[in-house]
């Protein structure tokens, strides 16, 4: 639990990270996911309940933790005074690296972010897919056995995303275990094995991508325009539907008859339109469409 005042950010919620998995933590703004990132990292205490890290109390043993942690946090907070190279340096000083070992690590891991070329180019210099990925090798610098993600690609274009996204999935498949969180559903269906969904400070649902797709939305979504038509022939059929703007939306495992019965209605008055069901329906579905500022 974490209180902030009155304000309570994360209700007791419970949950276990499995070595060598991607968990992640998807929520609407406020939901509570950076405050229990910060828990984890030790650096905003609890206010009550038990959180270990590696069968360790963050209360009692904070140093031995974050030793054995990697962090990426939301912000870009490079040094803007050293190149690519150096950051990765100074921050190897923090975890009593030896200086050779130092190099080693941070050349390898320019190697394997994609950033040689850039080794001495300064921080203001690196677009920002560029410097996202630094700061993925600046929290593998201590080879960590957990790596904590806070929305890892945020502000990135479609090519700098598919990057790190690959990026991830060879330190999973290396047996590194990652914990992230992120606004992009299409990025936590591909990249998580579970996850939790947040609000409120509570975990409403908790499984696999596909279990909770499955459970909550169905298959299929069958989508068409709103008219009285098409509400009374729904409701005559007593099939449930959701509401996205003027597009009515029917979560349903019969997609093909659902979508033969409106077309018999629309008359080509209004476009039916079949498609799989994602993450992103199961999200809106539990926490709404209202935005969250």
Known sequence: MKRFGDLVAVDRIAFRVREGEVFGFLGPNGAGKTTTMKMIQCISPKSGGTLEVFGMDVDTHPRQIKSRLGVVPQENNLDPDFSAYRNLLVYARYFGIPKQEAEKRAKELLTFMQLDEKRDVLIDKLSGGMKRRLIIARALVNEPELLILDEPTIGLDPQARHLIWETLRSLRAEGNTLVLTT?????????????????????????????????????????????????????????????????????????????????EVCRHEAAVTVRPATLEDVFLRLTGRSLRE
Do not use: W
Request: proline share 2%; charged share 35%; hydrophobic share 40%.
């Open 183 to 263: 606004h992009y559903l299409d990025e936590a269906e591909r990249l998580c094995d579970r996850l939790v969904i947040m609000d409120h400070g509570k975990i409403l649902v908790e499984g696999t991508p596909a279990d909770l797709i499955r459970e909550h939305a169905g298959s299929d979504v069958v989508e068409v325009e709103r008219t009285q038509k098409v509400v009374a022939r729904l409701d005559e059929l007593g099939v449930n539907y959701d509401l996205a703007g003027d597009v009515l939306q029917v979560f349903t495992d019969r997609p093909n008859d659902v979508a033969r019965e409106l077309l």
